[in-house]
Nanobody, 123 residues
């Protein structure tokens, strides 16, 4: 079974940092564009960041630009989301996703999803 597995979530104080990881299980995703999305309680899931299969192109939501960085591991199979200067409004379940199409801000363009990891930012 093909899966994406997120890790690295947790509880952090405002202003702190976390690094989320997304690793594949069941197949390689080195030739997939990848994205991170998040869903806060009671809200719709929203785009956070995306990266091309080569790692050469990235794109960010305005709300995280300058604070979050998306990157790929050396084998391009693992994707990271480095989150700095965290704010309480960043509290959400964070999901990684993979697409064979070009990276996108749209959920429907992604073919594979992880189960999510909770990030909670306290005041």
């Amino acid at each position: 079974q093909v899966q994406l597995v997120e890790s690295g979530g947790g509880l952090v104080q405002a202003g702190g940092s976390l690094r989320l990881s997304c690793a594949p299980s069941g197949r390689t995703f080195s030739n997939f564009d990848m994205g991170w999305f998040r869903q806060a309680l009671g809200k719709e899931r929203e785009f956070v960041a995306a990266i091309s299969w080569s790692g050469g192109s990235t794109y960010y939501a305005d709300s995280v630009k300058g604070r979050f960085t998306i990157s790929r591991g050396n084998a391009r199979n693992t994707v990271y989301l480095h989150m700095n200067s965290l704010k309480p409004e960043d509290t959400a379940v964070y999901y990684c996703a993979a697409t064979l199409a070009n990276m996108s801000t749209m959920e429907a363009r992604y073919d594979y999803w992880g189960q999510g990891t909770q990030v909670t930012v306290s005041e």
